[in-house]
């Protein structure tokens, strides 16, 4: 299967770190530790742990996985799977957590270093590239665009590939905004009215579990 034209990158928040999003752009887990940045996580901070250490190897400027905001190839993923079933230490639904949505061109374009694993990067098996060529073979598309990933071998993996952006990314970088309610859409309207880059706003519950 095909990669996407252009390739859309995905990355879901709380509505409450927009505020900070809007300042200071999406972070790193390293960066937010060492500028001591207040974050309402969303996943495992087990995790979190382990890929502030784990190396990335002789790819990228990030020596570690951390070192890297983390984006998916898209919506649903299996972190969001297993969050849906109460595994983590976060539990307060989906009502107020969006999508913040980019593109591969769009962050070349804006100058940032980037890196990209073809399957969950805190993997031992997880290779990496970091040319915009070789992204598009590099990741099993057919996982990403199945609706159960449980139809593929290695699927909950492969679904899991990760588009890695070095340090930060700039809040101009963001292109599309996704909510599940209409709820969680006003106060995003709410939040971003002002800016001088307003991403469009949508609802699409279906990207949710």
């Known amino acids: 299967m095909t990669a996407p034209d ?25 960066a937010c530790r060492r500028e001591d940045l207040t974050q309402i996580e969303i996943g495992s901070n087990a995790i979190r742990e382990r890929r502030l250490t784990y190396p ?15 984006w998916y190839f898209g919506p ?20 107020e957590v969006v999508y913040l949505v980019s593109s591969v061109p ?18 031992h098996l997880a290779e990496f590239v970091d040319d915009e060529r070789s992204l598009a073979d590099h990741i099993s ?33 963001i292109e599309a905004i ?7 859409r006003s106060k995003v309207e709410a939040l971003v009215a002002g800016s001088v880059h307003v991403p469009a706003i949508s609802v699409r519950a279906q990207w949710y579990f």
């Open 76 to 95: 649903r993923s299996p972190m969001m799977y297993a969050l849906s079933h109460n595994n983590y230490e976060y539990k307060d639904g989906f009502d």
């Open 56 to 70: 990335v190897g002789d790819i990228g400027p990030g020596r570690c996985v951390g070192d890297y905001v983390p």
């Open 6 to 30: 252009p390739i859309l990158v995905y990355h879901f928040t709380h509505i409450r770190n927009l505020a900070s999003i809007l300042e200071k752009g999406l972070q790193s887990d390293a």
């Open 141 to 173: 598309w057919n996982v990403i665009r199945a609706r159960y990933w449980t139809d593929h071998p290695d699927g909950a993996d492969l679904r899991a590939a990760e588009f890695l952006v070095h340090e930060s990314v700039p809040w101009q970088a």
């Open 106 to 123: 769009k962050i070349i374009a804006l100058g940032w270093d980037w890196i990209a694993s073809d399957r969950n990067a805190a993997l």
């Open 178 to 184: 996704v909510t599940k309610t209409e709820q969680a």
